[in-house]
């Protein structure tokens, strides 16, 4: 009963550098989202996708590109790592809009040195 | 513009007592809400949503909350909180999941 599986759980990396982010769900869930949580901001919406093949940016998207070529799989990318970048990300899914709600994974924690 | 206002950055009760956490929206129509809970170093779990009908909803873990469309609230309530329900409780809406700042709620033994 795997659910929203997110990797790594923790990364260092230095300035300049890229990586990506991973995110699988096992549910069939159609929405997708990326999260970041600042401490005492909440979470903040990176970007979301509503089915493979279809990416739309949500509050706070510059720095960060996704792909959603699978309904299971939805990776951030960061391209160049900068310290503002420093924080908690979160990867959600849920089966359609409205009244559903989201499933979470545990998060990364990502540190930009 | 949607958004959510959490009032409480956080707040202490003691164990036993009751609990209500404030949460305040900002939406053009009737909303979908819902309330998480976030334990250290977890995801969000969710306790319970409000989507129509009784406005009194009610969630896991002993937690309800209560929908008041004229106060633009959803304030969550637990009449006995228990040690472990320490923990930072977030308040959302609507279709992208715009969320409150979060509370953090502590409890003294």
């Known amino acids: 009963n795997a659910g929203v599986t997110q990797t790594p759980k923790f990364r260092i990396l230095k300035i300049g550098q890229s990586m990506t982010l991973q995110c699988a769900q096992d549910?069939?869930?159609?929405?997708m989202y990326w999260y970041r949580q600042d401490p005492g901001m909440g979470l903040k919406l990176i970007y979301y996708?509503?089915?493979?093949?279809?990416?739309d940016k949500g509050e706070v998207p510059n720095g960060y590109n996704v792909s959603r070529s699978t309904t299971e799989d939805f990776p951030l990318r960061l391209e160049l790592a900068a310290p503002s970048q420093t924080s908690v990300y979160f990867c959600a899914s849920r089966p359609g809009t409205g009244n559903q709600p989201q499933h979470f994974g545990d998060g990364t924690r990502l540190s930009i040195l | 513009a949607q958004s959510v206002t959490q009032p409480d950055i956080h707040i202490t009760v003691s164990e036993g007592a009751s609990l209500e956490l404030r949460c305040n929206y900002s939406?053009?129509?009737?909303?979908?809400l819902f309330w998480y809970v976030q334990s250290p170093g977890q995801g969000l779990q969710l306790l319970l949503k409000y989507f129509s009908g009784d406005t009194l909803v009610q969630g896991i873990k002993g937690f309800e909350a209560e929908f008041k469309r004229s106060q633009s609230s959803f304030n969550l309530r637990k009449p006995s909180v228990h040690w472990s329900d320490a923990a930072e409780y977030f308040c959302a809406v609507d279709d992208k999941i715009i969320f409150g700042k979060g509370t953090r709620l502590h409890i003294l033994p």
């Open positions: 939406y053009g129509a009737t909303p979908y």
């Open positions: 549910m069939n869930h159609n929405y």
């Open positions: 996708s509503v089915g493979a093949g279809i990416t």
